[in-house]
């Protein structure tokens, strides 16, 4: 099958072949005698480009170059879950087996096992019509996913044969089915995809579920909408990865796709050794059965780098269309960007902004649109929340990826470095972070947690902004000379900031808290400072209150109220009041 | 059939251009005579048809369009491994200089070497103990991590790093297990002298492995040393299981002969002109540090180098904090206080030390203890700041007692010297002293638990 050529010109991992008419644009390719996987990326009169997605040591020029016929596509099936693949769905454990602790080149393996059974459900019937994206037949998968097998989008027909529920491989026939036309497609448990496609959906619906991640800073004060897409911008050792960690344990979501783009080999490690062993707080199984890692590392070849970030959005597309809620993260998409100025450099285009190619927007844009809450063709209801890290060069936000992922995202979740230095994780910035989903997702609050979250959030909002105009009056003259209201409004926001926003992921209660918690917390800290404005206002000095050490109890009650006895926070407030009224007796 | 090439069709810096070649593979080895006997090495690095681009590692100079026969040796470049490298020296392609003859090869490797699967590495979690308190206690170096340290030109950081291969708890455990493998890239040879030196004081030279390209050798071959260096270690730790610590010196000198070979190569350059694959090949330097599943070996890095101007956000120090896991970043106002190694503590940070930490590898309180000093050292720069604007005596008498507390943080803890070597026990309590200065209630990051063991009454707190 397929066209053939020969290689004519080398460069990295971009290779020439002369005066063909061969291949089309972005077919996938195997170059050389080692096989090594590539993708037609230019053609012009004289030279068809293609980037290779391994190391091209040792390849020669009128070495073959063969083509597939179509572009590069995944494998769409059970047994992704819970599997950790390479930028092109190649599974690492499979690699690892055939070729040991290093990878090797050319490596020919399956995307799916094609030899373990699942327990199929055939659901359609003989002589029933079946329209696309509709459910055929299911499996579970893992302990907590059930797969369903849907008809390819492009696809429609009658059944004309229904095999029995059993035992099948992936790429057993279950079902037969003759379109308009008349021919007969046999449905298998998998189908592929063009990962640079979307798939089609039958309307995109509005973002007013929020995506529930237990951290307070962002579930509070940044809240992100299922189907949302976020950025979160850092520089190095402000947190990124840590943040996209917590999100992808503790998220809300029902599937988790996590791409490691050109990080480090041990973080990876760490996310396999850590998630395996963690439970998911919802169903109590582990962790790993609602994940899919995608890896790769800052050493794996460039060119797959690239494609990494868009097999984890088709896979995420394939699972929200079976109506799940898909949270991607992708760490990071700095290095996807420099992935397509490398190759862009490699072709030898017009750079703009800081070498980056003058598609850099587009291409983002493209990427970050393939998130929402949809209805799927199959009438379902499902979501991709898309959260990707953005690492600035020399932490400046004014550079091209962020600031342009900034225009293609709804949330900017902004890492300081500052923060970082005091250790005071997650390092948000809340003074220049936003989320863009406030009026989106009120409703929902208010039905749910009540009028008083919404109003809470306001003000402890406008403390924070209040502090941070005093803390500049204070920068010049210290804080002795404010005046106690001011003084106070310091001491709340100190307590707001210690207490509230900083959290701590290694702490078992504190790693993930429940918005009722959240509000419970505010409402505390909201009440301290009522009540001791009050007293503020009688002229009882602010020491005489600092004194009581109400104000450090509260910073500790994080860890103090564990997550099963919210009904402490009642004790809370009596505290408060006691101790600040008989304060008021004394003064 | 071996077919020797006669000249070239073009010198262009470090590249020589040949025409009519049949059969060339991308990146091959290729020796270049002259008519007197002498022969260089370069690397094929780009071919378009017939014509093929060489790097020549030992330079161009001298070479005329008719001087020279290149002969293609159809493999890309080689190192030849054995045990017998411990205690040898090496040029920064992996030749001999040390007059003791050429290496038996048990085998040759592909000095690229192959990426380490994910899903092969195992997570590092030991601690290595390196009886420096700002890096035991607030930036733990763990076996297997890459770990660099980001100086300045004329800074102690080559004395920091020989206290760490001096210091390190791994080379007294299992002597016969432990060995260092040190690339100079561009390095003065006083540094060079200087290394080998501490090596031999310390008794290690015989487990060491260098690499040395100095800064007069050829800028070519600086490209290569890190990679010959990281072959020789990665065949140490995963073929002969052993615990290899890697120093690399100096990184900013390997990115700036990058950033000559690629801009004669004619490529698009990126930031302050650097090639725009720089964070590529950084990585696949720095990624080849870890431990493997199955194997007992290990691979740690310390890659040092100077920011240019001090600047922490030149691509060399920017792009390399994004991929090593941490940074020891040393601060010229501390050494130039006397406060030796000058480790500034806020920004540097050990990614992988929250894993390899507390109970059952230091001690319980050791988190906490960390998380608390960061925070107090924190506010000690902010109230420093306030300080010069409204001056000492303003200050609180809280503001005050942090002042105190962070002077003596800078003399006593950080500054401990080159020449002590403290117990990690040694170190926790030095930090508890230290924060006991502070009144209790300042320190919100620690447990009352740990509080009531190890906070200090006030007869044995320090004085300054």
Redesign the interface.
């Known amino acids: 099958m397929g066209n053939m050529d020969l290689i ?5 991992p971009v290779i ?1 072949v ?1 005066n063909t008419k061969t291949f089309s644009i972005m077919e996938m390719v195997y170059v050389g005698n080692a096989r090594l996987v590539g993708e037609v990326i230019g053609i012009n009169e004289q030279f068809t480009t293609i980037q290779v997605y391994e ?8 070495e073959p170059v063969e083509g597939t016929g179509g572009p590069l596509k995944v494998t769409l099936g059970p047994g992704i879950i819970d599997n ?1 693949f390479d930028g092109i769905e190649r599974p ?2 499979a ?2 087996v055939q ?7 050319g490596a020919m393996v399956q995307s799916l096992n094609e030899d373990r059974l699942f327990d199929v459900s055939v659901l359609a019937q003989k002589g029933q019509w079946l329209e696309a994206g509709e459910v055929y037949a299911q499996c579970p998968e893992t302990s907590i996913i059930f797969h369903k097998f849907m008809v390819p989008p492009s696809l429609s027909g009658e059944v004309i044969e229904a095999f029995k529920d059993g035992k099948y491989k992936v790429n057993d026939v279950v079902v037969v089915i003759k379109d308009r036309l008349g021919k007969t497609h046999h449905l298998t448990l998998c189908q592929k995809w063009p990962i640079r496609t979307p798939r089609p959906i039958l309307e995109h619906l509005p973002a007013t579920i929020p995506l529930i991640t237990g951290q307070r800073v962002l579930d509070t004060l940044f809240p992100i909408a299922k189907g949302g897409t976020a950025a979160v911008p850092g ?3 402000a947190g990124k ?1 840590m943040t996209q960690h917590q999100l992808a344990k503790w998220c809300d979501a029902d599937i988790i796709v996590y791409v ?1 783009c ?1 990080e ?7 996310v ?2 850590e998630f395996s062993e963690l439970i998911d707080p919802k169903s109590g199984k582990p962790m790993t059965d609602r994940t899919i890692l995608i ?1 790769n ?4 070849p ?1 060119a797959a780098r690239e494609a990494s970030i868009y097999t984890g959005i088709t896979l995420a597309e394939y699972y929200r269309d079976m109506g799940y809620h898909v949270a991607m993260m992708a760490d990071s998409t700095s ?1 996807w960007a ?2 397509l ?2 190759i862009s ?1 490699r072709l ?1 285009e017009m ?1 703009a902004e ?2 980056f190619p003058a598609y850099l927007p587009s291409r983002l844009s493209e990427f970050y649109e393939r998130a929402g809450r949809v209805k799927t063709l199959g009438g379902q209801q499902g979501s991709i929340t898309v959260i990707g890290a953005v ?1 600035p ?4 936000f004014s550079e091209s990826v962020t600031q342009n992922t900034k225009r293609f995202t709804r949330c900017f979740w902004a890492l300081d ?2 923060l970082a ?4 994780y997650p390092a948000v910035n809340w003074m220049i972070s936003y989320s863009e989903y406030f009026t989106d997702l009120d409703a929902w609050f208010i039905e749910n947690l009540g009028d008083e979250f919404i109003k809470y959030r306001q003000n402890i909002i406008t403390l924070l902004h209040e502090e941070d105009k005093l803390m500049e009056i ?7 000379v404010l005046p106690d209201d001011q003084k106070l409004v310091i001491e709340i926001a100190r307590v707001i900031r ?1 207490g509230f926003l900083q959290q701590n992921a ?1 702490h078992k209660d504190d790693t993930f808290v429940s918005l009722e918690k959240q509000k419970q917390m505010m409402r505390v800290i909201l009440h301290l400072y009522e009540k001791a404005k009050n007293l503020v206002a009688i002229a009882i000095p602010i020491s005489c209150i600092e004194k009581l ?1 109400i104000f ?1 109890k509260l ?2 009650m994080k ?1 103090d109220i564990s997550n099963d006895k919210l009904e402490l926070f009642d004790d809370y407030i009596k505290e408060i009041d006691s101790a600040l009224s008989s304060l008021a007796e004394q003064g | 059939m071996i077919i020797d090439y006669i000249g070239a069709k073009s010198v262009n810096g470090p590249l020589i251009m040949l025409d009519n070649i049949e059969g060339a593979s991308y990146e091959e080895v290729v020796y270049i005579r002259f008519e007197d006997g002498t022969a260089r090495q370069g690397r094929v690095v780009s071919i378009n048809g017939k014509s093929v681009v060489i790097q020549v590692f030992e330079g161009t100079r001298s070479i005329s369009l008719t001087n020279t026969q290149t002969r293609f040796t159809g493999h890309p470049l080689e190192l030849s491994l054995s045990k017998e490298i411990l205690g040898r020296t090496f040029n920064g392609t992996g030749k001999p200089i040390d007059l003791l003859g050429e290496v038996y090869p048990k085998i040759k490797r592909n000095i690229n070497g192959a990426s380490i699967n994910p899903v092969s590495r195992v997570y590092p979690q030991n601690y290595i103990n390196t009886g420096i308190s700002s890096i035991d206690v607030l930036a733990t170096l763990i076996r297997g991590q890459k770990l660099p340290i980001f100086s300045g030109s004329g800074m102690k950081h080559n004395e920091l790093a020989v206290q760490i291969v001096k210091q390190a708890k791994i080379s007294e455990e299992n002597k016969e297990n432990f060995a260092i493998v040190f690339a100079a890239m561009g390095v003065k040879k006083d540094v060079a002298d200087y290394f080998r030196r501490s090596f031999e004081e310390s008794g290690t030279l015989g487990r060491v492995v260098m690499f040395l390209n100095l800064s007069n050798d050829p800028i070519i071959e600086r490209t290569i040393t890190p990679r010959c260096a990281l072959t020789a270690a990665e065949y140490l730790a995963f073929d002969l299981n052993m615990h290899i610590l890697v120093i690399m010196t100096d990184m900013t000198s390997y990115a700036e002969a990058l950033r000559e070979f690629s801009s004669s190569k004619g490529e698009i350059p990126g930031r302050k002109g650097f090639p725009g694959y720089l964070y590529s090949d950084l990585a696949s330097l720095y990624e080849r540090a870890g431990m493997i599943k199955g194997k007992s070996g290990s691979v740690t890095q310390i890659p040092i180098l100077t920011m240019p101007n001090d600047d922490i956000t030149h691509p060399v120090p920017d792009l390399t904090g994004y991929i090593t896991e941490g940074q020891i970043i040393l601060d010229r106002s501390l050494e130039g206080k006397g406060c030796c190694p000058p480790v500034s503590i806020l920004p540097s940070l050990s990614r992988l030390m929250k894993d390899g930490i507390g109970e059952g590898y230091t001690r319980k309180d050791h988190t906490a203890l960390a998380n608390q000093l960061f925070a107090s050292y924190a506010k000690v720069i902010d109230i420093i700041s306030l300080a010069s604007v409204i001056g000492e005596d303003e200050l609180s008498s809280t503001d005050k007692k942090y002042l105190e507390f962070g002077k003596l943080f800078d003399s006593q803890f950080i500054g401990q010297g080159f020449d002590e070597n403290r117990s990690i026990e040694q170190s926790l309590d030095l930090g508890w002293r230290l924060l006991s200065i502070l009144p209790r209630n300042a320190l919100d990051r620690v447990d009352d638990e740990f509080l009531e063991q190890y906070y200090q009454k006030s007869d044995n707190k320090l004085k300054l």
Do not use: C
């Not at chain 1, 190391?55 to 009128?62: C, D, V």
């Not at chain 1, 590392?297 to 794996?300: A, E, G, H, I």
């Not at chain 1, 060069?393 to 400046?396: E, I, R, S």
């Open positions: 004519y010109g080398i460069n990295g020439t002369k190391e091209t040591t040792g390849l020669k020029p009128n950790i690492l454990k690699i690892a070729s040991g602790a290093f990878i090797e080149r520089g190095f050792g990865t490691g050109g480090r080999g041990n973080e990876m490690s760490q396999l050794s890896a590392t800052s050493n794996m460039v290095r420099e992935a100025r490398e450099g030898e750079p800081e070498g690492s060069q020399g932490a400046d470095k500052s230095y005091a250790r005071h204070v920068k010049l003259i210290g804080l002795d210690l290694f050490g450090e910073i500790k860890y």
